[in-house]
């Protein structure tokens, strides 16, 4: 059976998923020329490559297109339901890492827990006759955070897909939810992170479609082992 592997096709993932899977052994090169889509690994005709998108990745490997993938565990655990049935965490590569997290407007100096929050979220339509907002691409990790880790109810989304942080001087939301990597961005639009408001510390990992043939696969056993080797 041919392996398929999907690695990032550009952005900050690409040249450290190339890296990575050089150093265990398997040098991946273009099939024609450099922006190509496909790919194979050199010496061997029981590996495919194909480069998609960081996001679709994370889709396509829910569906079982490809059976690896390369990317961020964020986009893995928001983008799929039922994620540990369907996908599994083979390695943590040491690239790309980002924390999404809660952060709120730095003047909120009540305001320094989730607790804190839940206390301004149940009081917020009483004050400003409407719910509490949260701008975010992040639905699914927003939700499990706020109403199942803390039974935090009274909110509204607002889908956010770009300049997420500047939605509460905006106007558009009054709280966020998005990846920090260095904090500069949260600092330069005067937003705070929760002391307990990190839903996840993500960095980009190796993950498998879990597919009945991998079982008694010798490649998929190979390529995990391969790549666990050189981190
Ligand atoms: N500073 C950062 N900003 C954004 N994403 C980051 C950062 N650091 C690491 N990442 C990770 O990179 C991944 C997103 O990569 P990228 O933006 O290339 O993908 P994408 O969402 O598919 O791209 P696009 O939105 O352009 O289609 C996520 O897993 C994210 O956690
Ligand atoms: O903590 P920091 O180091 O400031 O990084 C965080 C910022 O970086 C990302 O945006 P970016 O403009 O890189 O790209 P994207 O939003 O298109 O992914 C992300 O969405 C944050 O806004």
Do not use: M, W
């Given at each position: 059976m041919t392996i398929t592997i999907a690695l990032p096709s550009k952005g900050r993932m690409k040249e450290d998923a190339s890296e990575i899977f050089a150093r265990a052994g398997l040098r991946i090169t273009a099939v024609g020329n450099d922006r190509s889509y496909r790919g194979r690994v050199e010496g061997r005709d029981d590996i495919e490559i194909a480069f998609l998108s960081a996001s679709e990745i994370s889709r396509e490997i829910g569906n079982g297109?490809?059976?690896?993938?390369?990317?961020?565990?964020?986009?893995?655990?928001?983008?799929?339901?039922?994620?540990?049935?369907?996908?599994e965490f083979c390695a943590r590569l040491g690239f790309g890492h980002a924390d999404v997290v809660v952060a709120v407007p730095e003047i909120w100096l009540d305001v320094d827990t989730m607790a804190d929050l839940g206390d301004v979220a149940a009081d917020?339509?009483?004050?400003?006759?409407?719910?509490?907002?949260?701008?975010?691409?992040?639905w699914r990790?927003?939700?499990?955070?706020?109403?199942?880790?803390?039974?935090?109810?009274?909110?509204?989304?607002?889908?956010?897909?770009?300049?997420?942080?500047?939605?509460?001087?905006?106007?558009?939301?009054?709280?966020?939810?998005?990846?920090?990597?260095?904090?500069?961005?949260?600092?330069?639009?005067?937003?705070?992170?929760?002391?307990?408001?990190?839903?996840?510390?993500?960095?980009?990992?190796?993950?498998?479609?879990?597919?009945?043939?991998?079982?008694?696969?010798?490649?998929?056993?190979?390529?995990?082992?391969?790549?666990?080797?050189v981190l």
């Open positions: 297109t490809f059976d690896f993938g390369v990317t961020g565990e964020d986009l893995i655990r928001e983008g799929l339901t039922q994620v540990d049935e369907r996908v917020f339509r009483a004050r400003h006759g409407r719910r509490l907002t949260i701008a975010t691409k992040y990790l927003t939700q499990q955070f706020f109403s199942g880790n803390h039974g935090i109810q009274l909110y509204r989304i607002v889908e956010s897909l770009g300049a997420t942080e500047g939605a509460p001087a905006s106007g558009s939301a009054d709280i966020i939810v998005d990846i920090t990597s260095t904090g500069s961005t949260l600092r330069a639009n005067h937003l705070k992170i929760l002391s307990d408001g990190v839903i996840l510390k993500s960095e980009a990992c190796l993950v498998r479609a879990r597919k009945p043939g991998h079982a008694d696969d010798p490649v998929v056993e190979e390529i995990v082992r391969a790549v666990r080797a």
